[in-house]
């Protein structure tokens, strides 16, 4: 792959490399060679690969690899930084839908404000009885897209990510898929704190879409918190609201292209 033209976009501090893929240069099926550009210091260096291809009844449809090469079902970030590419590039206009692995989404762009309108979760799953320390609280497990477990702590920053993380994301409960693993603080009632171990990327990431939309709803619903409730992780402020219901998800957040480049043999 020679002089691969790419985009490297941040949407709240998770950043990816993104590829316009409508002339399908790309299959997919180079799930070593995502691996590879996904490494940093010698490569370009992400959390995951966004592909954006054409889409027969919507604007676009998207794609999503995580840093280790794999497939990724959903990534709410990821998805706010394809809605931004295509309305900077003329591939949608501010006002756009998009499929990501037939799910339909949609997106509103206003400069680099980018707010995502999700489907309802496929499940939730409160205080599922996983959780082994005591100076933890469960919340409980989601799938709004992939896999969430959300435990509610005192002090964030205190917060082994990567130990405790990596611990629960292969917990014997959420087998055979694993979880990705959301570390959350209540500071008011309308503004939490979150860290996520990520599923894919193995390890902490400075942001997570569907984490925050897990934590969000877990907070409203157990923590007393009132909507829209803004979440602030490590790479800066998301806000999350939704219907009684829960019946659609609006997750809002800046998102930017930080250079574009061409890969020469990755």
Same mark, same amino acid.
């Given at each position: 792959m020679k002089k691969l033209k790419f985009s490297k976009? $941040?949407?709240?501090?998770?950043?990816?490399?993104?590829?316009?893929?409508?002339?399908?240069?790309?299959?997919?099926?180079?799930?070593?060679?995502?691996?590879?550009?996904?490494?940093?210091?010698? $490569?370009?260096?992400?959390?995951?690969?966004?592909l954006l291809e054409k889409s027969k009844?919507?604007?676009?449809?998207?794609r999503?690899?995580?840093?280790?090469? &794999?497939?990724?079902?959903?990534?709410?970030?990821?998805?706010?930084?394809?809605?931004?590419?295509a309305q900077k590039y003329g591939v949608a206009p501010k006002e756009m839908t998009f499929d990501v692995l037939g799910v339909i989404?949609?997106? $509103?762009?206003?400069?680099?404000?980018?707010?995502?309108?999700? #489907?309802? #979760?496929?499940?939730?799953?409160?205080?599922p009885g996983a959780l082994e320390e005591n100076e933890f609280r469960e919340g409980g497990y989601?799938?709004?897209?992939? #896999?969430?477990?959300v435990i509610f702590v005192s002090d964030i920053d205190a917060i082994d990510v990567e130990r405790t993380g990596k611990k629960y994301r292969y917990h014997e409960a959420f087998q055979p898929w694993g979880t990705n693993v959301n570390f959350v603080q209540v500071i008011e009632n309308d503004k939490i704190?979150?860290?996520t171990y990520e599923r894919g990327v193995e390890e902490e990431t400075l942001a997570c879409g569907?984490?925050?939309? &897990?934590?969000?709803?877990l907070a409203v619903k157990q923590q007393g918190c009132k909507l829209p409730l803004k979440v602030q992780a490590r790479g800066?402020?998301?806000?999350?609201?939704?219907?009684? &219901?829960? $019946?659609?998800i609006k997750l809002a957040g800046e998102a930017k292209e930080i250079y574009s480049g061409e890969l020469i043999d990755g």
């Open positions: 976009l $941040s949407a709240t501090g998770n950043d990816f490399i993104l590829f316009d893929n409508q002339d399908e240069i790309l299959t997919g099926n180079e799930h070593d060679f995502f691996q590879k550009i996904c490494q940093r210091r010698i $490569s370009v260096g992400a959390d995951g690969v966004l009844k919507h604007h676009f449809s998207m999503y690899f995580n840093s280790d090469g &794999s497939l990724g079902e959903m990534c709410g970030n990821g998805a706010r930084a394809s809605a931004y590419f989404y949609k997106a $509103s762009v206003q400069g680099n404000f980018v707010q995502l309108t999700m #489907p309802p #979760p496929v499940e939730i799953r409160e205080y989601l799938n709004v897209g992939v #896999p969430h477990y704190l979150i860290r569907t984490g925050t939309i &897990s934590a969000a709803i800066g402020l998301l806000e999350v609201d939704f219907d009684e &219901s829960i $019946s659609e």
